[in-house]
């Protein structure tokens, strides 16, 4: 970061003295007011909870402007990555900070086919999970238990180990997902086929058994992997600003990228996609386009509750860029394999459609995000509704390990640690139980 030749200067109107703070620039976007010293010149906290004006770091991982509806990973924009790349492609550059030449690629593709098994003992964690169990409760578990079996790797200062347990993290991910829908489907684990691509390997895992042959479909194929790349990173959102955090003490990563997938879980963060396809389901079920309407009402009743899954975002005020990929993505699947008239497709779109013109969504600059095409294509695909999130836990296990490494290896971090604004009683003494 650059110090810019301005500079922000606070004054009281109680006439304490004011206090000059560094500004800096980064190479796009807003600067950023350097408050570091501001609690030893002043002794008051910022206050900004949920962080909406706060940068928790420097990153040259991945941009997004909110008001053109902008996302690079890296300087490259996600239309152009994820028209003209692939997902190793796209693990390769956002670990990295470059996409690998031809050689590079085969390297880094070989690297992470290599461990896409698990150790034998995980099956056993299964076992303990109720067959109903979430998904998401499932990799929670998991992806934490991972540490267990790479005592080599887990000392996340050493720049070996972050790098082995980056291509494990990345390579056992599609396993671990598939085998917890293997157990809540009561089917036999598929072993990892190395042949395959990365996604058709993750497909096979998901729908082949042991009693038959399984062909990869390359539409679908193709399709996943640009719902990977779609979601691989995004800035310092909550599942990323939760591992930086859990990883700031120095544990383990996969200690810290449990913390994520458990972040991730939400509904107003990754947990989005499954509410999304579960709403419109229940609006296919009041009556489908018909009562949109009625729906409407009670989103903008704000006693309601209802929020529209899927749409609003606390950084893009424009088209999430990812939506757009997405429903050309939704297109591409259901026009394969013969879906063309899905009618959760046709609502969704009808939702979008009248959203769009409808004030109360224009006013708060509401659009689609990443999450309300999402689950449409995924449904389409056969993956069941509650493994959704898991997917995307799967694809943003790359970016959270590259915005964890950016971390890391910057010799300036220190553990976080956010003060508070503190609002409860003052000192008092603890009275004898008979006096309470
Ligand atoms: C992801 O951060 C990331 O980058 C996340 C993500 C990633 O890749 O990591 O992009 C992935 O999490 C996408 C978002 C998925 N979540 C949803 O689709 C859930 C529905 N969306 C909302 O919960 C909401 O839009 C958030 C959580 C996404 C953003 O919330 P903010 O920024 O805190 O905005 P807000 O709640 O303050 O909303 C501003 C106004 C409010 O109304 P007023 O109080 O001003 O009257 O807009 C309203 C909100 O009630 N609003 C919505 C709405 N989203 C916001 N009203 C109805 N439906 C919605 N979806």
């Known amino acids: 970061m650059k110090l810019a030749d301005n500079k922000a200067t606070l004054s009281f109107s109680n006439g304490s003295p004011s206090v000059e703070m560094p ?76 996409l690998p030449d031809a050689a590079g690629k085969v390297d880094f593709t070989k690297r992470v086919t290599q461990h896409t098994m698990v150790n034998e003992q995980m099956q056993f964690f299964l076992r303990g999970f109720r067959r109903d169990a979430h998904p998401m409760a499932i990799m929670t578990g998991l992806v934490g238990a991972l540490s267990a079996f790479y005592h080599d790797s887990t000392d996340i200062n050493n720049p070996e180990h972050r790098e082995i347990s980056a291509i494990r993290l990345i390579a056992k991910m599609p396993t671990l997902v598939a085998m917890a829908y293997k157990y809540s489907a009561g089917q036999p684990y598929m072993y990892p086929k190395n042949a395959l691509s990365y996604s058709g390997n993750f497909m096979h895992m998901m729908f082949a058994n042991p009693c038959e042959d399984y062909a990869v479909n390359p539409v679908i194929e193709r399709a996943l992997d640009r719902i990977f790349i779609l979601h691989a990173d995004h800035e310092q959102n909550a599942s990323t600003s939760t591992v930086r955090l859990c990883g700031s003490s120095g544990t383990n990563p996969f200690a810290a990228i ?143 390990i590259a915005q964890l490494n950016e971390m890391i290896g910057d010799p300036e971090y220190k553990i976080g640690r956010p003060r508070q604004l503190f609002t409860g009683s003052e000192r008092r003494d603890v009275l004898p139980i008979d006096k309470r």
């Open 23 to 98: 500004v800096y620039h980064g190479s796009i976007g807003p600067d950023v007011i350097d408050i570091r010293k501001l609690y030893a010149q002043t002794g008051m906290f910022t206050y900004d909870p949920g962080f909406l004006s706060t940068a928790s770091c420097q990153s040259a991982i991945t941009y997004i402007d909110g008001d053109k509806g902008e996302l690079l990973y890296r300087g490259y924009p996600i239309e152009q990555l994820a028209t003209q790349c692939d997902f190793m492609e796209t693990c390769h550059l956002l670990l990295y900070g470059n």
């Open 258 to 400: 449990a913390a994520g997938v458990a972040c991730l879980w939400g509904p107003a963060h990754g947990g989005a996609n499954e509410a999304c396809l579960n709403m419109l389901e229940d609006i296919q079920k009041m009556g489908g386009v018909a009562k949109v309407g009625e729906f409407m009402n009670q989103v903008k009743d704000k006693n309601s509750n209802v929020k529209l899954m899927g749409f609003g975002h606390r950084v893009y005020k424009n088209y999430d860029p990812r939506a757009k990929l997405m429903q050309e993505t939704c297109k591409e699947v259901l026009g394969a394999l013969g879906l063309e008239n899905d009618p959760l497709f046709k609502l969704a779109m009808a939702l979008e459609k009248i959203a769009l013109e409808d004030d109360y969504f224009v006013q708060r600059k509401l659009y689609p995000n990443v999450d309300f095409y999402s689950g449409i294509v995924q449904r389409a695909i056969g993956i069941p509704v509650s493994l959704f999130t898991a997917i995307f836990a799967l694809a943003r296990t790359v970016g959270w």
